[in-house]
């Protein structure tokens, strides 16, 4: 997708579709005259009567589409309002909103230069940005930007299409073009700007789209074929370990956990390296590509949509996508442990011990206790190859769920590391809430037999003594752990993003990286 810079006046841009943001009770006459002289005055006025008709005030969020009888450049206005204190969570509703309007409409646009001509040339689409007291216009334009495009994702790779129904299965840049205009904003810093936010929302839909593969497609050697290709388009280094590489590296915690499934488990690492930097993050993602729950089988309803505990996985590929395109300044290590969690005839059974590689033992007391054993040994693995600190996500508990809905991410860990995390995420609307570690949870984790066990208190602080059980493996080193559960997967549109599997953690984690 290609996003173009408009750098002229109001009455010279000439669209199909103007966007116009609007503060809270503002004067549409005297805001349009401020920004181009040149606009007719009464097709302004007109403008202004029907919104004050219509009841168009400026609120957050409030919309009014209007055709303007080519007595304006634009063939039709949207004025979006803003509310009174603009922030970037307006300029991605914004993005968003008009994304889905625009899906609505009819396709492309037909040329008016008669027989002959091409049937199928692209609308425009053009966003007026506004700078304001509290918002750079940078931040503006990248918010809607890549809410726009996430808004814009769908999934039918399965879906059968009629004839009639063709044109609906064409990618949406095929039938509009976007650009944006405004004043403050230079070409150079527009390219920087969508360069950023282009790379986060691509990265973010291609994570959604593994979610979304079928099970029985995306296995673990089809999500070690996918960080190949990642590896390969952006030049990182890559390592696929299957069973054999994976038992002399000790892997007995994730071992045991794939010892349900037929399909083979894979240990993926993703590098990239960066000269002179002075420390390594490393990414660490659950790559589940199935959950039954092993012997300790999940109701059905539980089941249905566990193609998405992988959701850490797909976060963390979506991130080295980005860094692989806009190459930080710090080394990025990303680990992922992938396999199915199945009731296979040689499944882990609950009494099982097992030995992590670090050498610690586990005790299973519950076999869809199981994205904890994984990333226990892939947290190990980092730090032996040499990670500074390390930033885990997973699908962990479904006590995060009940604890914080669809809403926020848990977070836990070390408190500097997590701060600076929780800021990446307010950046790109993705949201946290810290959960303690207290000292007490490692009672509940005590075993009778080995070193702890995996499960603590049944019922009790679920998402904090999965933590805790994690903390036991991170060598005293910055870690925290996101608990992605429930914000990984939504059953309705909301905002940008469409319901199924969110991608949420790509683009917290790829900006953590490019802060550094």
Do not use: C
């Given at each position: 997708m290609k996003v173009h810079w408009q750098n002229h006046t109001l009455s010279k841009v000439e669209a199909d579709v103007l966007v116009m943001p609007i503060y809270l009770n503002e004067d549409l006459v005297k805001l349009f005259t401020s920004l181009d002289k040149n606009l007719s005055k009464a097709a302004l006025a007109l403008i202004k009567d029907v919104a004050h008709e219509d009841g168009f005030t400026g609120k957050t969020g409030q919309q009014l589409w209007l055709p303007t009888y080519d007595n304006l450049p634009f063939k039709k206005i949207c004025l979006y309002g803003l509310g009174s204190n603009e922030d970037q969570s307006v300029y991605r509703k914004m993005g968003a909103q008009v994304a889905r309007k625009l899906s609505s409409l009819n396709g492309a646009a037909k040329s008016k230069s008669g027989a002959g001509a091409k049937a199928n040339s692209r609308r425009q689409v053009t966003f007026y940005l506004r700078s304001g007291k509290n918002l750079a216009i940078e931040k503006a334009l990248e918010s809607a930007l890549e809410a726009f495009v996430l808004a814009t994702y769908s999934f039918v790779k399965y879906k059968?299409?009629?004839?009639?129904?063709?044109?609906?299965?064409?990618?949406?840049?095929?039938?509009?073009?976007?650009?944006?205009?405004?004043?403050?904003?230079?070409?150079?810093?527009?390219?920087?700007?969508?360069?950023?936010?282009?790379?986060?929302?691509?990265?973010?839909?291609?994570?959604?789209?593994?979610?979304?593969?079928?099970?029985?497609?995306?296995?673990?050697?089809?999500?070690?074929?996918?960080?190949?290709?990642?590896?390969?388009?952006?030049?990182?280094?890559?390592?696929?370990?299957?069973?054999?590489?994976?038992?002399?590296?000790?892997?007995?915690?994730?071992?045991?956990?794939?010892?349900?499934?037929?399909?083979?488990?894979?240990?993926?690492?993703?590098?990239?390296?960066?000269?002179?930097?002075?420390?390594?993050?490393?990414?660490?993602?659950?790559?589940?590509?199935?959950?039954?729950?092993?012997?300790?089988?999940?109701?059905?309803?539980?089941?249905?949509?566990?193609?998405?505990?992988?959701?850490?996985?797909?976060?963390?590929?979506?991130?080295?996508?980005?860094?692989?395109?806009?190459?930080?300044?710090?080394?990025?290590?990303?680990?992922?442990?992938?396999?199915?969690?199945?009731?296979?005839?040689?499944?882990?059974?609950?009494?099982?011990?097992?030995?992590?590689?670090?050498?610690?033992?586990?005790?299973?007391?519950?076999?869809?206790?199981?994205?904890?054993?994984?990333l226990a040994d892939a947290i190990c693995y980092a730090l032996r190859e040499g990670a500074d600190e390390v930033i885990d996500i997973a699908t962990l508990t479904g006590a995060v769920v009940t604890a914080l809905g669809r809403v926020a991410a848990g977070i836990m860990g070390h408190d500097d590391l997590a701060q600076k995390v929780m800021e990446s995420g307010k950046e790109h609307g993705e949201k946290f809430w810290q959960l303690p570690l207290f000292d007490e949870y490692k009672e509940g984790l005590k075993s009778d037999i080995a070193d702890l066990k995996n499960a603590g208190s049944r019922g009790e602080a679920g998402s904090s003594s999965a933590g805790m059980f994690l903390k036991e493996f991170t060598e005293s080193k910055p870690w925290v752990h996101l608990d992605i559960a429930g914000v990984g997967w939504i059953d309705r549109d909301k905002d940008e993003l469409n319901k199924g599997g969110t991608g949420f953690g790509v683009r917290t984690l790829s900006q953590y990286v490019l802060n550094q």
């Open positions: 059968t299409q009629t004839a009639k129904d063709d044109s609906a299965s064409q990618p949406f840049f095929t039938k509009w073009a976007v650009s944006f205009t405004g004043k403050d904003l230079t070409e150079a810093k527009f390219a920087q700007v969508t360069s950023r936010a282009l790379a986060m929302a691509d990265a973010t839909n291609m994570a959604r789209a593994l979610i979304a593969e079928p099970p029985a497609y995306m296995t673990p050697s089809r999500l070690a074929l996918e960080a190949r290709r990642i590896a390969k388009d952006h030049d990182l280094d890559i390592k696929v370990m299957d069973q054999t590489q994976i038992e002399k590296l000790g892997m007995g915690s994730f071992l045991g956990v794939a010892r349900g499934a037929k399909e083979p488990p894979k240990f993926i690492v993703l590098k990239y390296n960066k000269a002179k930097s002075k420390k390594t993050v490393a990414l660490v993602g659950k790559g589940i590509t199935f959950d039954s729950g092993g012997l300790s089988l999940k109701p059905a309803q539980s089941m249905e949509h566990m193609k998405y505990d992988m959701a850490g996985a797909a976060a963390v590929l979506g991130a080295m996508q980005v860094i692989g395109q806009l190459k930080p300044k710090v080394s990025v290590m990303a680990v992922i442990a992938a396999t199915e969690n199945m009731p296979g005839d040689n499944a882990l059974h609950p009494g099982d011990v097992l030995v992590s590689m670090n050498g610690k033992t586990i005790e299973v007391n519950n076999t869809d206790a199981e994205g904890r054993l994984i």
